[in-house]
Each structure stands twice: as structure tokens, then as C-alpha cells.
């Protein structure tokens, strides 16, 4: 093992994985003991606020696009609903009833 990195036991014997503050989560770069960790939701780890503001970036665009799709299948829906309910209105017939 080496003395830089921590390790912590998984619970198996020989099964040792690094500490998830070893590496930044985007670049892979190793996290020194003496230098800024930047995180980010949480517990994710960046070496840089470059890294990080990169992160958020990429995070924000795939939001905006998951709800982009979700909006357009919700108006897609909206608009079937609607068709459904003028064809029910057609089908209704209207006028006058005498009853003797």
C-alpha cells in the first residue's frame, strides 16, 4: 500500500479499496494531503474548481434535457387527452327530446 493513499477494508481479507477522497471524481488526479478538496452534492471530490464547475456544468445540461424530454412527453399526453375528449364530445348527441 502506498503511504500517500488511504485505503480502508472492504471486509474481505486482501480486498483493501482506496478512500473515495483519493482522486478527483472528474479528472482522476490524486488529492494531496496539503492541497483544497472541492466538493460537490455532498460527497464528490474534485482536485480543482475547474473540475468541479465542469461537473455542475454537465450535471445542469443533463437535467435541462431530462426536463425538456419529460415537458414534451407531457404535452404530447395533453394534447391526446384533448383529442380523446373531442371525440367524446362528438359522440354525444345533442337536440331535443319530446316526450309524450
Given at each position: 500500500?502506498?503511504?500517500?493513499?488511504?485505503?480502508?477494508?472492504?471486509?474481505?481479507?486482501?480486498?483493501?479499496?482506496?478512500?473515495?477522497?483519493?482522486?478527483?471524481?472528474?479528472?482522476?488526479?490524486?488529492?494531496?494531503?496539503?492541497?483544497?478538496?472541492?466538493?460537490?452534492?455532498?460527497?464528490?471530490?474534485?482536485?480543482?474548481?475547474?473540475c468541479?464547475?465542469?461537473?455542475?456544468?454537465?450535471?445542469?445540461?443533463?437535467?435541462?434535457?431530462?426536463?425538456r424530454?419529460?415537458?414534451?412527453?407531457?404535452?404530447?399526453?395533453?394534447a391526446?387527452?384533448?383529442?380523446?375528449?373531442?371525440?367524446?364530445?362528438?359522440?354525444?348527441?345533442?337536440?331535443?327530446?319530446?316526450?309524450?
Amino acid at each position: 500500500m502506498s503511504s500517500a493513499a488511504a485505503y480502508y477494508y472492504t471486509g474481505c481479507e486482501h480486498d483493501y479499496e482506496p478512500h473515495f477522497l483519493d482522486s478527483c471524481s472528474l479528472c482522476g488526479r490524486s488529492l494531496c494531503q496539503n492541497n483544497d478538496i472541492f466538493m460537490y452534492r455532498g460527497n464528490t471530490p474534485f482536485c480543482s474548481q475547474e473540475c468541479r464547475q465542469e461537473q455542475i456544468e454537465m450535471d445542469e445540461a443533463m437535467e435541462k434535457k431530462k426536463w425538456r424530454r419529460s415537458s414534451s412527453s407531457k404535452r404530447s399526453s395533453d394534447a391526446r387527452q384533448s383529442s380523446d375528449e373531442s371525440d367524446m364530445n362528438k359522440a354525444v348527441r345533442t337536440g331535443t327530446v319530446a316526450v309524450a
